[in-house]
């Protein structure tokens, strides 16, 4: 028998009419277990759009208070893109203006570079307590919240003066969308992957320009500059995979998963032709490893017992495989894998006064497994959930890059190609 | 990517086999689409119930009045009760509470308030030896108020056949006040997230205490214990009369958490759970699968030396009816059933259906059949087999421990 191809028959842009009802993906919104006021992932989703679709009165505001983890998504059996329907009923029907502190908020890159400009500056400033009463009650930005550290020479900077010149001795290359936060707030995991990469046989180049993959603004409602953004890096990406040859990594899953899925999704940004070749780092690694074309050599002391953390994005993309694969390749790693739990901050989602208590609350379930895991640190690939967990717990966070980075011999790793 | 095993397909069946096979050290990797079918269970594994009309008392007897084309039969009646020996114990292993034997159906009471046979029942939930009488004489009935999916009246109704008398009442707490507020959230996981965080349970056992003075049992809807394990239990040590739990509408509360306990135990075992992927396509090359595609993992292969596919009856997508043709989705697959379209429904829709019995083709070795040949190393597990109708003699749970045991020991030969 031929193999049939199933395609379901939608009316509608997303898949709603799927739905079968069954309610299993309100049992995995982290959401809806500590906010009441949240109507949840079906309510929300697919039984609110055929409402919406008929009057568009019925969207409520409340959508909003979705963390857009996707876990529904992971979880329901029919394949409704439950998340993607929430998160296109906000941008289409909401009437809510982002205010100025969703914009603060969601600007990483402007904000970014201003910031790290006067770095010394700014991180003194908003470590101040005067300073954080003032913005949790002017700008509604919770005063728990430790803003990341601002550095005060940025990546791209740094790249161009002590890297960029190396890179061109390799025979293979790769392009590094290194975002925001390695930008301006954490050169280091860049140039841990540019140690892993260069250890591996890869020389390391930047994009003609990136600009912020746009998350943010997508959850703060800046639609207008996201899709902008979208469509300026859809094509420095097709100048390095398409005219180069180069594919794209990163380190940020966020990033990632925004481009691969959410510009088309959410934005109508098309992306067929980078969509395969922009993946994370640790996908690129471990794809070189499984086809028997990198063997990795590891330092003989280092020796660690590691949690990792899956990251939502991560599980939705279904890809912490490859980081924890690549983990458990060191052979003085333990790992520990925690049950994967969302930890409450997506993205500039717990930055916010009103969403502090809820962010925390889901979260908690998973601070209680890292400080009941007695481990040295914990792994994850996701900027935000590093600065949650690390805010939240005794422990600190590392990206598994990083991680390789600290416990690849390079010397040894790189004989085995130069020969 | 490479595996010893990798099954397609979370449900029972596909948990059941990549536990067997974990067990056995095997390298064992199960993608699955979405959540499964144990996300309705009633609270008991079925084992046969119904043959030829008639209740089923022993089930391992009763089977033999199968037709040969019935999963059970062709596993070999010899096999089936060691198999059903094997997989009450490796339920046990994983943390399961049950109770039952495969030679004797004991009774569950529904919701319905109807004596229901049955194999293993989880400890939460009361099983009786004898369908014709019930031990109290007062029972209350206790539900949350604004809670719909807990049909007290139909349980109140069916008790009268065993004149009974019983009453109900309802239980209002400040702890559901916040879901209450929204009705389409008054569910049976909502409620159970809340006595989960154990600051609910001595309250609503006090209430319960009071409410049920003069009564023989309390009878509660089966809302205790989602992630939860001990809650259950708790719940019965503080209530001091007999509690007899009835399942709610689903997603049930006991089915979620014995999802999680096996997937729990696969993993431990150093399982590889990917949930949330779909499997797409397989490479097959002289008569074998030698890896398969995913939706997450686009170009990355996954190898195994043997594959299962667990995927499920047409509820799950294992196999696909469309208005004018009948097919297995991943790999098409052969199919047993008719091909003629009109054979499929009985338009009186509580009468058997023929097409409740169509499935992946096999050899004798449930090994999958492709254009008429087998596939060496791709085995056919659960309810994505043809040849039965679960729903209708109650088989289903039964047919996916006991083909998919017999699944994993074929390839640990
Ligand atoms: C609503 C309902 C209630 C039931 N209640 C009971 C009960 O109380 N007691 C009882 O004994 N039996 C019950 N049954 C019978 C039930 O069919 C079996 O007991 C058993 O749960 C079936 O398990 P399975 O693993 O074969 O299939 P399923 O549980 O259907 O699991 C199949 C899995 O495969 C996945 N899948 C499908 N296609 C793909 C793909 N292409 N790629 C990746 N993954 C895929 C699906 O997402 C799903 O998770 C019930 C069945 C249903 C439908
Ligand atoms: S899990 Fe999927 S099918 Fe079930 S109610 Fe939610 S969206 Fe609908
Ligand atoms: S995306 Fe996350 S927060 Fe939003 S409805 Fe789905 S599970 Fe809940």
Redesign the pocket.
């Known amino acids: 028998m031929k193999k049939e191809i199933f395609e379901p028959y939608n009316v509608s842009d997303n898949n709603f009419e799927q739905c079968v009802k069954c309610t299993i993906c309100t049992v995995y919104c982290p959401v809806l277990e500590v906010n009441p006021d949240y109507p949840g992932p079906k309510q929300s989703g697919p039984d609110g759009e055929r409402m919406r679709l008929k009057d568009p009165e019925f969207y409520d505001e409340a959508l909003k208070l979705c963390l857009n983890c996707k876990r529904c998504e992971v979880a329901c059996?029919s394949g409704v893109k439950i998340g993607d329907i929430i998160q296109s009923a906000r941008i289409k029907y909401s009437k809510s203006k982002p205010k100025l502190r969703d914009m603060i908020l969601a600007n990483t890159d402007i904000v970014g570079t201003m910031a790290s400009t006067f770095a010394p500056i700014v991180n003194t400033a908003v470590a101040l307590k005067p300073v954080r009463k003032v913005m949790d009650s002017v700008l509604k930005i919770d005063h728990h919240r430790m803003f990341p550290k601002y550095t005060g020479l940025r990546f791209e900077t740094w790249y161009r003066r002590y890297a960029e010149k190396k890179q061109q001795e390799f025979d293979k290359h790769v392009s590094y969308f290194h975002g925001c936060y390695v930008n301006y707030n954490f050169p280091q995991q860049g140039k841990d992957l540019i140690k892993v990469m260069n250890a591996a046989g890869y020389g390391v180049h930047l994009l003609e320009k990136e600009k912020c993959c746009g998350v943010a603004l997508i959850s703060n409602g800046l639609i207008k500059q996201a899709t902008k953004q979208a469509k300026h890096n859809v094509e420095a990406f097709k100048k390095s995979i398409v005219d180069k040859k180069m594919p794209v990594i990163s380190t940020s899953s966020t990033c990632i998963f925004t481009i691969r899925d959410e510009y088309p999704h959410l934005l109508g940004v098309k992306n067929e032709e980078i969509r395969n070749d922009s993946e994370l780092a640790t996908r690129f690694l471990f794809r070189l490893i499984d086809e028997g074309k990198l063997n990795l050599v590891f330092k003989k002391n280092y020796k660690k017992r590691i949690a990792y953390h899956t990251p939502c994005h991560m599980e939705k993309l279904g890809w912490s495989i490859y980081s924890t694969s690549l983990l458990k390749m060191i052979p003085g790693v333990e790992l520990v894998q925690l049950e994967s739990q969302c930890c409450g901050i997506a993205g500039t989602y717990g930055f916010k006064k009103e969403n502090y208590q809820t962010s925390q609350e889901v979260g908690k379930p998973l601070f209680n497994q890292i400080e009941n895991s007695k481990v040295d640190f914990v792994a994850t690939d996701c900027e935000t959930c590093k600065w949650q967990i690390e805010m939240s717990t005794s422990s600190k966070v590392h990206h598994p890059i990083s991680i390789l980075a600290e416990a690849i011999d390079v010397e040894a790793t790189m004989k085995l190609w130069q020969k | 990517m490479k595996f010893d095993n990798i099954i397609?397909?979370?449900?029972?069946?596909?948990l059941t086999c990549g536990i067997k096979l974990a067990e056995q050290g095997k390298k064992c990797a199960i993608?699955?689409?979405?959540?499964?079918?144990?996300h309705?269970?009633?609270?008991?594994?079925?084992l046969l119930s119904k043959v030829n009309e008639e209740e089923v008392t022993n089930p391992l007897e009763s089977m033999k009045a199968l037709p040969d084309t019935h999963p059970y039969k062709r596993v070999g009646l010899d096999k089936i009760e060691r198999l059903t020996n094997d997989a009450l114990h490796l339920l046990v292993r994983s943390g399961l509470n049950l109770t039952g034997q495969a030679d004797r159906n004991h009774f569950t009471l529904t919701p319905m308030g109807v004596m229901k046979p049955t194999w293993l029942t989880l400890s939460d939930f009361t099983s009786f030896d004898n369908k014709d009488s019930f031990p109290w004489k007062k029972a209350v009935i206790l539900n949350f108020s604004g809670f719909l999916d807990f049909h007290t009246l139909f349980i109140k109704d069916g008790l009268k056949k065993f004149d009974v008398q019983a009453q109900i009442k309802n239980v209002s707490m400040k702890q559901f006040e916040a879901i209450r507020k929204n009705p389409s959230e008054m569910r049976s996981t909502n409620i159970a997230k809340e006595f989960d965080k154990e600051n609910a349970i001595d309250e609503f056992a006090q209430k319960a205490n009071v409410l049920s003075d003069g009564f023989d049992v309390v009878i509660l809807p089966a809302v205790f214990g989602l992630f939860n394990k001990t809650i259950a239990d708790k719940l019965k040590e503080k209530i001091e009369k007999p509690v007899l739990l009835l399942p709610a509408i689903?997603p049930s509360v006991p089915g979620i958490r014995t999802q999680i306990t096996l997937r729990e135990r696969f993993q431990e075992l150093g399982g590889t759970y990917l949930l949330g992927?779909?499997?797409?396509e397989g490479v097959f090359e002289n008569g074998r699968l030698l890896e398969i595609r995913t939706n997450n993992h686009g170009d990355i292969k996954f190898e195994a030396d043997q594959f299962i596919l667990?995927?499920?009856?047409f509820?799950?997508?294992?196999i696909v009816a469309t208005h004018d043709k009948l097919y297995e989705?991943?790999f098409g697959l052969d199919i047993e059933g008719d091909s003629d379209r009109e054979k499929w429904f009985d338009e009186k829709i509580f009468n058997d259906q023929a097409f409740m019995r169509y499935g992946v083709k096999t050899d004798q070795n449930f090994r999958a059949m492709m254009n008429g040949e087998p596939v060496e190393n791709l085995y056919v597990?659960?309810?994505?087999l043809g040849g039965a109708n679960?729903?209708k003699e109650?088989s289903?749970?039964?047919?996916?421990l006991l083909t998919s045991l017999h699944a994993a020991e074929q390839i640990l030969k």
Do not use: C, M, T
């Open positions: 059996p | 397609i397909g979370g449900g029972l069946s596909g993608v699955s689409s979405g959540q499964s079918a144990i309705f269970f009633s609270g008991s594994f079925d689903p992927d779909n499997v797409e667990a995927s499920g009856s509820y799950s997508k294992g989705p991943i597990a659960g309810s994505v679960p729903l109650g289903g749970a039964g047919i996916s």
